[in-house]
């Protein structure tokens, strides 16, 4: 995983540096979504191993994309495939998100949930974050019934656990000492 980072992040700030000079990063975002969804697909990964020369695997590419991709994202797509770095697409997708994040000072949280939250919910959770971190918001939310009531927000490498099995967890913990 380290090494696909190492390797993918120059394309990443390439792409992301030109998008923001064209001012064009949501059509960047959707090509390499696109082109991440060609290397994640079953019967993609079957031609992968077989060595296709890079000027075959171009030809793939371009002709699965139709005319969706403009000049630069068909140079995109030959320059990888002559390094050989198709397979990190994916990757690269991540951090030029990444990328766009920090440059839009809009943070990913993830929000665990005991059971379904409301719009209304949903929303004055975003809006105190919001307001507490000094940036946008993109709030993921998603449903786990283990956490018995309450939730869960992970923000990065931070984590605020707020649910009845986390409170039970670490008063077992304190008990065991």
Known sequence: MFKLITIARPYAKAVFNFSVESKSIEYWQQTLTLFSAIVNDKEMKKIFPRNLSSKDMYTIFIKIC???????SKNLIKLMAENKRLDILPTVLSEFIKLRYHYESTSEINLISA??????QLTDIKNV?????????????????????????HLGDLVIDNSISGRLSRLANFLQL
């Open 66 to 72: 139709g005319n969706k991709l403009n000049k630069y």
């Open 115 to 120: 059971s379904n939250l409301n719009n209304k």
């Open 129 to 153: 974050l919001e307001k507490r971190l000094s940036c946008k918001v993109k709030l993921n939310h998603k449903i786990d019934n283990s956490l018995i009531s309450g939730i869960v927000i």
